[in-house]
């Protein structure tokens, strides 16, 4: 058994999952020789609002546990001996009544057959307590997994315990090796990816058929979100969706309940529209910028020409063994002199450079690793050096080298955000370098940003997002009503 939706949506075969688990217990064998080793991981918890007895949102799958064992149940654990590659997956224990309102309740053998582990076992009060207890337990390897974007730290798995169980614990060793883990992405896991940008793909072009003036930025938000769920089966969306148009593409997370993509959308508006489904848990994440009419203007076409071409600069230098922080300040270069070779800039572009302005049009990261979670784990693992401190540096989510098997986000953007701009004027340094008159005409602009989603090969790079229309020549043959 495996997981797909029927129809033409990807099939994910059970093995992914296994395969994941025995790269763990391989890794986890180099640092230790514990006898009695065990991994517990808990998967995610169904909640609901507290006045109801629904969820607000479908039950979406802890990263981790789902890398381990692609169960989407909640309230699941699953246990892991080391030596052996053992798997036991725990799932709560079902009331009666459960088939009244929630459907089936599947057996032990149902769940084996699906998962393809080794063993189930009903998480009665004790169940996980005496499975360790009777198999030796003289070790436990819990998940204590700190995230450096949110500051926020998944908390060891909790379980319960007879009195006098007391085994030992262990919640450093295991956050580093299955976090770098994901970094990596198998074969199998990368046929899910291609499968879930290639349906974000064919949702962006969606959209960009479908929208007219004087339509609202939610309208094209559905249409996508309609695309994604109907012909990909994705239900879940890896992160809100950005749909800004006009000024509102320079505000970089537009799309939160205080900034609903709720505007009317003009003639001649530039649109900067990022947008992302998951399937089966694996994220998507594709930006595609174009004007609403369909027809770039002059300004609006240097300063599209400019963000392309810093994405496929980096495109082309992204090989393994290259840090991405030098891809960062190689988008900012080109970027940078693309704004000169418009008249908004002028001198040195290295010395731009040097003094930080390239933070004032790109004042977000590059990109980010992408996989399980759309801002994906490990990020400052590895070789990753510490996080800059620098204006815009600051803002990388990864200084890793690269390497095969990662897959990463290229996407450099060009924003006209007026606390930056003004900010910069104030700046003597900065200052030197802007042409005033010529900046002020681009007020208001908003902003554009072009995102791929890329595999790390040393022979090329894979563009997963290759099939969007990219070009100015591209997107208006392809938009033309």
Known sequence: MSFDLGGNTHHVPA???????????????????KPGAFVVLQGGVGRHRYNTDSEDLPFRQESYF?????????????????????????????????AIWEGKIRDEEWFKTKLEVDEVIFNDKYAINDYLTTHGAQHLY????????????????????????????????????????RVFKTDLELDVMR?????????????MKSIRPNMF?????????????????????????VAATGCNSSILHYGHANAPNSKLIKDGDMCMYDMGP????????VTCSFPANGKFTENQ??????????????????????????????????????LKDAGILKGDVDEMVKSRLGAVFLPHGLGHLMGLDVHDVGGYLGDATARPTQAGLSSLRTTRTLQERMCITIEPGCYFIDMLIDQALKDAKQREFIVVERLNEFRGFGGIRIEDDIVVWANGNENLSSSVPRTVEEIEAFMKH
């Open 301 to 338: 076409k240097l300063i599209y020409n400019a963000v392309l071409k810093a994405n496929r600069e980096v495109f082309k230098a992204a090989k393994p063994g290259v840090r991405w922080i030098d891809m960062h300040l190689l988008a900012e270069k080109v970027l940078l002199q693309g």
């Open 15 to 33: 093995k992914l999952f296994v395969d994941n688990r025995s790269r763990l217990v391989t890794e986890l064998r180099k640092v230790t020789q």
């Open 278 to 285: 998951e399937y089966n848990c694996y994220a998507s994440d």
């Open 217 to 241: 930025e939610y309208q094209c938000e559905s249409l996508f979100r309609h695309h994604s769920y109907y012909h990909g089966g994705c239900r879940h969306f890896a992160y809100t969706c």
């Open 66 to 98: 789902f890398w381990a064992f692609g169960a989407h149940d909640s309230d699941a654990f699953g246990v892991i001996e080391v030596a052996t590659g053992k798997a036991v997956f725990f799932p709560p224990r079902l009331p009666p009544d459960f």
């Open 195 to 207: 499968y879930a940008v290639k349906i974000a793909c064919e949702a962006h072009k969606d959209v």
């Open 142 to 181: 819990l998940l204590k997994a700190p995230n450096t974007d949110s500051g926020n730290t998944l908390v060891p798995a909790a379980f319960t315990k007879r009195p006098g169980f007391n085994t030992p614990v262990d919640t450093a060793t295991l956050y580093p090796i299955i976090a770098n883990l």
